[in-house]
């Protein structure tokens, strides 16, 4: 018979494993893929000036997924010279986490921009993909007011905008194929996409076929923009604990093998 | 009323409503297209009347061990779930129904609190069966082992540091073998539940219309 | 007439009919088919036996899901469980986590005790109803731990609260046989359950216990809807083989 | 502070107390995780309760005076359940759950034929041919899906019973490679649920409730300890 451990010491370990990062951030190793650092490279590469169509479509059950990464990509395009159209077409929940989560973790960011001039709010739009074919072919038309009911003909921003040709980069959350459809395959915009961990295998081919031009995938890739943009947040700490808390797993079965070889050895079962 | 209390009656009315609602996946009959939308429809309705039987078992099961139990902490503990169920259920109908502030307040406190903490228990017992599980004992749990270690290193975030091949053999396990596996897994699954259905609606499927008589 | 894109689910939907209806006719005329062993399901009356050795209840789930496939399976194997736990003198313990079901389980425990000649032991508190999921879970790791159940049977549609209940079990040392058709859940039910059920060995669970002729004729033509469905799978990748023409018109040929 | 704080306050408070008591069973099952447990089922069914009026009300009643007659018919059936607690009467919710039966089975089943069997029959058309990697790749995929699905062939014939030996092994050993990775993917988003709980946990005012249970988790072990040596 193999002796087992008690469970509950694995459970305290695990107290430790998962708590202890989370209060002090150790930093460990994230390597970075290769779609995380081609959106960074992409938005360094930026031209100055150039227009930034940013969707944030964050909802509440899907924010340990996306808030991260969104905090983290909006914080990089504001700290470059680049002009940034925000909106939400994905949920109606977008607008109140933008102004609940969001802002704040970028409020030091947003200070040395001025609303209006360096960016613009649409907030939530319906009818999705309908939606997006509109806007990519007329904003005006689409869009006839931000989010606090200023009409966009009186937005300086928005003067020499008038449809997508005139976007340098289109950056969504959710899912990427709408994106595709009526920005890249028309008019050519790049596409990338803030989305899921589960997606990331399902997505690659379009990183490859050249349709996507960057993909922050779930948590962990955020952990990796937020290492990019040397900006620690959200994300790296749970980065931390999660590297960490599959270690143990994986060192656990480690020893359970261990043990179970040593007990068959002794001739046990 | 003899003839009403035949099983046969009941299960001609569930198998012509199942056929009904296969039918109306394939052909495009308006007709029919409706009355199976209100069906569904007719199915809400009745978990809802179902739901009060629950409340009732809930009653009997909670208001015997309040009447007769002598433990006076399990006495204590039946009688708060009644509470807690009565007052949560006069609370969500209070106007507006299923919106009243005090109703949300007690759900924010509870469920909101709840439900998270039991599912993130399973960080636990996941660990603890990950130990015993993996186990080299055969060739089927060697391969078990294997494609576990080779996962589980992937998703780690600090995998790709580890060795750079963990990421290839990661995302090479999850698109090749695995996809093979679960696709197999999903196919079977249709077919079973399809000749299941086609027992459930000639009757040779559940014990609740198999048995005869009147009970 | 036919929804767009679903003749070709039409009819293949046809020959697996076919195939499981007239296999039920032959076999009514002339029982020839026999099923291999499913373990699993030949371990329930150990497990119950068990539960009567030790003098400790025995727990049930049918899984999670409202009235499916899976859920209708899972009663069926329930049904027997508690027959035989109705022959032993076990006290059964069935818990319910949707309100739909509830009915169900009900009669499917009382009949068992009716057929077991025992309906006079029934009681209604045997079926516990715990709505949604996750109190459900607590509640059976709260009876697992308190009443040392020393054996469980959990066959249907399972999710996240499969591992809670049978790590519990296993650490109040009961013996388990489970099993779902979710994909997801399948490999703790194989990890930790003494005798698992592996997918859509759960759909074959009435036709296997009960050993009437006619069941089994379903189950054998499923084998033949297999076979056929597996030699599709097959004719298309060679098609795609043979040219990327082949293969998108073979795609289209599914997509009618 | 005034009231709507003070209630976010008493809120937060014993959401985290009930978020802890849950985690006490990990040391044994006690009185905490017995009143968390009560707590949970009882407040999910008066919400269950809640819900179940509102639909009856939104479903059944409004449209029966929007004068859609037709929906009285769920109304009966729905009171015709009831009759399963009495004993003489009890065949007429058979009619009922024979109408549950039908259609959620029928439902249900029926969204399969597409998402389960055509799509994932679509998706192995795949091209055997090509670079050495796809080749071996392509090759699993085909033959590890025809392998695993032959797996769960039942019928027992005895002049195929060497053949299928073989295929089934195979498929075994392919679909308990698919369930070791299903396994060890599902790690992942566990840690991820209990990492943000633990977030939570250590955030205002969650926080003061740790020392609090530390103190009695120790109590209990000590109390253990001390039962043990008796």
Known sequence: MVKEFDPRWMYLLLFIVVGAPLVRPLGLPLPITAPVLALYDKIESLPPGSIVLFEYGVGAASWPEHGPSNIAVLKHLLSKDVKIILIALYTAEGPTLFATKIKPAIASYLEKKTYGVDYVDFGYVTGYETAMAAIAEDMHKALTKDVYGTPIDQIPLMKNVKSARDLALVIATGYCEPYIRQFYTPYGVPVAIMTWGMNAPGYMPYISAGQLCGMVAGIRAAAEYEVLIKSPGEASASSDALSLSHLFVAILIVVGNIQYYLTRRRGGR | MSWARRRELPLFLSAILGIMAFADYFFDIPVLHSVVSDLQVWIIILAAFAMFMGVINLTIVHGRVVMREKDIIRRGLSAWTLFLMYLMAILGLLPPITAHPSFRWLYSTTVAALDPTVYSILAFYITSASYRAFRARNIETMIFLIAGIIVILYNAPIGGYLHPGIVTLGSWAMNVPIVAGQRAIMVGAAIGALALAIRTFTGRESAWLRAGGGG | MFVPGRISQFVIFLVLCFFMLSALWLSKRKPIFKLRKIAPLDAIEEVVGRCAEMGRPLLMVPGIEGITAQTLAGLTVVNYATSLAARYDVEPIMLVAVQDVYPLALENVRLAFQAEGKADKFRPEMVRFVYSQFPMATTAMGIINRQRVAGTVMVGGFYAETLMILENAYRAGAVQVGGTANYHNIPFFVAVCDYALIGEEIFAASAYLSKDPEQIGTIVGEDFGRLFLALLAFIGAILATLGATYGKWFINLLSI | ?230
């Open chain 4, 1 to 230: 502070m005034d009231f709507a704080e003070f209630a976010s306050l008493v809120s937060g408070l014993i959401a985290a107390a009930l978020t802890l008591m849950i985690y006490s069973l990990l040391y044994r099952e006690n009185i905490l995780y017995r009143i968390a447990e009560h707590t949970f089922v009882g407040i999910y069914a008066g919400y269950g309760v809640a819900y179940a009026v509102k639909n009856i009300m939104d479903q059944g009643v409004s449209r029966i005076s929007a004068g859609n007659y037709w929906f009285i018919i769920p109304m009966i059936l729905g009171v015709m359940l009831f009759t399963r607690f009495t004993v003489k009467q009890a065949w007429i919710s058979r009619y009922s759950m024979a109408v549950m039966v039908g259609v959620g089975t029928g439902v249900s089943v029926r969204a399969l034929i597409e998402a389960q069997i055509v799509r994932q029959i679509k998706a192995s058309v795949i091209s055997l041919y090509g670079g050495p990697f796809t080749v071996i790749d392509n090759l699993i995929i085909v033959f590890g899906f025809i392998c695993a699905f032959l797996y769960f062939f039942f019928t027992d014939i005895s002049a195929l019973r060497r053949p299928m030996s073989y295929i089934a092994k195979a498929g075994r050993y392919v679909l308990m490679f698919t369930f070791g990775g299903a396994f060890g993917g599902t790690v992942l988003s566990r840690m991820t649920l209990f990492a943000g709980r633990m977030q939570y946990l250590l955030s205002y005012p969650a926080y003061y409730m740790i020392p609090v249970f530390v103190a009695i988790i120790c109590a209990m072990i000590y109390y253990d300890l001390r039962k043990k040596k008796e």
